[in-house]
């Protein structure tokens, strides 16, 4: 069954037929564009290159990106592409040591479902990554626009790549004015239109990069855009409007208590946390849940020279949390826990909240 064409995307093509000759005349503006001014990434084959992208690496690097920035990803998918050159290498590591690797990037959901997907590769696919949508969709953390970027980057399929970068540039090219993310699949319609059939990998990363380089969310470089022509909102002069976002309801505080508890030997309780949820299957100081009122903080096991050490603050995407630090001694030691040496704690897969609660004590002890 043919989806129905609407008034707005009608209206898009008219105006692009007007102003670039057709949706056609805009792809290859910004394809010339891109085959001048396109990014240098360690991931990336370079436009008019004859070398074929490498699936791991474009799988590993959109991993990475989710909600990160380049100039981040880059030093951590070196560091991955020295330690683990193949998904063979990364579905045959321990998921501690992926975990550790990834320290600093957040979101560790990512981490967790990076070793489920090059596990499910190498068992089920031979090593090989599907080169389709929906096979890709069916892996681990694969949703719709990593899939579509894969299939549109390593395999050269046309496919509608849509990220932050890419509802931006359509946004103002096509003055939809209506908020994210409800403006989200009125974008995807109209980014299909110059989405081509030839050329679909390039075409994916040139307009990223014009969203990255020149459509910025500030001070876009209009004067140097190779769809400046055809853009509704430079024409409305509404371009620092877009893309309208929904007003971001207020982020709840939580609390709760975490102990920093030593053996007779200087050595501190860890445990794991549980495999899915927040931080899953990270390393952390025992303590309590993290809600709204605090909540029973007892120590997980008898102890002895009680303290308050401080407090520490930590930003989560969609919390504030406040934990109260304290200390103590004790001989005892849960089945689940392990005892570690304080200065071995870099060797630990520890999220940045329970490093700040490390550096609270090592500053309350100097």
Not at 78 to 94: G, I, K, M, N
Not at 95 to 101: E, K, M, R, V
Not at 167 to 188: G, M, Q, S, T, W
Not at 337 to 357: C, E, G, N, R
Request: charged content about 20%.
């Amino acid at each position: 069954m043919a989806i129905r064409t609407t008034t707005r995307e009608k209206d898009a093509v008219a105006r692009l037929n007007r102003h670039l000759g057709s949706p056609a005349g805009a792809t290859l503006a910004l394809l010339s564009w891109y085959d001048r001014h396109a990014r240098t990434l360690p991931w990336r084959v370079a436009p008019g290159s004859p070398e074929a992208p490498d699936t791991y690496q474009v799988w590993l690097s959109e991993i990475m990106l989710q909600q990160t920035t380049v100039a981040t990803v880059k030093g951590y998918f070196a560091r991955f592409l020295d330690r683990w050159p193949a998904v063979q290498d990364l579905a045959a590591s321990s998921l501690d040591d992926i975990l550790h690797a990834w320290q600093g990037l957040g979101y560790y959901a990512r981490a967790r479902n990076l070793h489920k997907c090059a596990q499910v590769i190498v068992r089920d696919h031979g090593g090989q990554f599907p080169g389709d949508e929906d096979s890709l969709r069916a892996l681990p953390g694969i949703g719709a626009y990593t899939a579509a970027a894969i299939a549109a980057i390593a395999f050269d399929r046309p496919a509608v790549v849509v990220d932050g970068n890419v509802e931006r540039v359509v946004a103002r090219l096509h003055a939809v004015e209506e908020p994210l993310p409800d403006a989200r699949p009125i974008l995807k319609r109209l980014a299909a239109i110059t989405t081509p059939m030839a050329r679909a990998g390039d075409y994916a990363q040139a307009i990223m990069d014009l969203g990255a380089t020149v459509c910025t969310p500030r001070a876009p470089a209009c004067r140097t855009c190779p769809l400046t022509n055809a853009c509704a909102a430079r024409l409305r002069g509404i371009v620092g409007e877009l893309p309208r976002k929904a007003r971001k309801k207020a982020r709840p505080t939580l609390v709760g208590v975490v102990w920093w508890i030593e053996d007779p030997e200087g050595r501190v309780m860890l445990r794991r946390r549980p495999e899915s949820g927040l931080l899953g299957g990270m390393m952390e100081f025992p303590g309590s849940p993290w809600k709204e009122e605090l909540p029973d903080g007892s120590a997980p096991v008898p102890i002895r020279d009680e303290h308050q050490v401080g407090i520490v603050t930590h930003a989560f995407t969609h919390f504030r949390l406040d934990l109260i630090v304290r200390a103590a001694q004790t001989t005892a030691l849960p089945e689940e826990a392990v005892w570690a040496d304080p200065k071995a704690l870099h060797q630990y897969a520890l999220p940045t909240v329970m490093k700040k609660v490390a550096q609270v004590v090592s500053q309350a002890r100097t």
